[in-house]
C-alpha cells in the first residue's frame, strides 16, 4: 500500500528535480521533506540551532578520511529552497538533507520509497515530473502553495493510484 508519506516524497523530489536539483539531491530533499510533514503532523517541537549529525557515523559510512570529515562538517549550512529552509550537508558537491539528525540519502530514499513501487517506480517518478511540470515556479517556490496547490488536492487520488501501479 502506497500512502500519503510516498506521494509527499515523490511530490517534493519531482518538485526539486524541476526546481534544478541533481536526482540524487531531489531524492534526499523529497524523503527530508516527507520527514518533515509527517513530523509536524504528530506536533514535533520546533527545532532550535543546527541539527545534530553523527560526523564519526557519516566519516565510517562512507570511508571518509578525518579531513574529509572536517571538511563535509564545515559545509552544514541552511539551504533555501524559495520560501522554505532545510539543512544539508555537501558531499562529493552534493547536497544530502538532514533532520533529525539523520541524513536523508538517495538510498534511504531507495528504500522508504522506490521500494514501494518494485519495478514501477519510473512510471510513478515520470508522473510526478508531469505534474509538477504543470505549474508555475512561483508555485513550486512555496512552501504553503506545493502544500495546498499540488500536494494535498492529489495525495489521496495518487496513493490510490500508484497502490494499484505497484500492484500490476
Do not use: H
Not at 538532514?98 to 521500494?115: D, H, N, R
Amino acid at each position: 500500500m502506497v500512502g500519503r508519506f510516498q506521494v509527499m516524497a515523490t511530490l517534493q523530489a519531482a518538485r526539486a528535480k524541476v526546481l534544478g536539483f541533481s536526482l540524487d539531491e531531489a531524492k534526499s530533499f523529497g524523503l527530508n521533506r516527507a520527514i518533515f510533514y509527517a513530523a509536524a503532523k504528530k506536533g514535533f517541537k520546533a527545532f532550535k540551532g543546527k541539527p545534530k549529525i553523527s560526523f564519526q557515523k557519516l566519516k565510517e559510512a562512507l570511508n571518509l578520511s578525518q579531513k574529509e570529515s572536517q571538511k563535509i562538517e564545515k559545509s552544514l549550512k541552511a539551504e533555501k529552497i524559495g520560501d522554505e529552509v532545510a539543512y544539508c550537508i555537501k558531499v562529493k558537491g552534493k547536497r544530502i538533507f538532514t533532520i533529525g539528525g539523520e541524513l536523508q540519502t538517495p538510498e534511504e530514499f531507495k528504500k522508504q520509497i522506490e521500494a514501494r513501487f518494485p519495478g514501477n517506480f519510473k512510471k510513478v517518478w515520470a508522473e510526478a515530473l508531469k505534474i509538477v511540470k504543470s505549474f508555475d515556479k512561483k508555485i513550486l517556490l512555496s512552501q504553503r502553495n506545493f502544500y495546498e496547490r499540488v500536494y494535498k488536492p492529489r495525495r489521496d487520488i495518487l496513493a490510490k493510484k500508484w497502490s494499484q501501479i505497484k500492484e500490476s
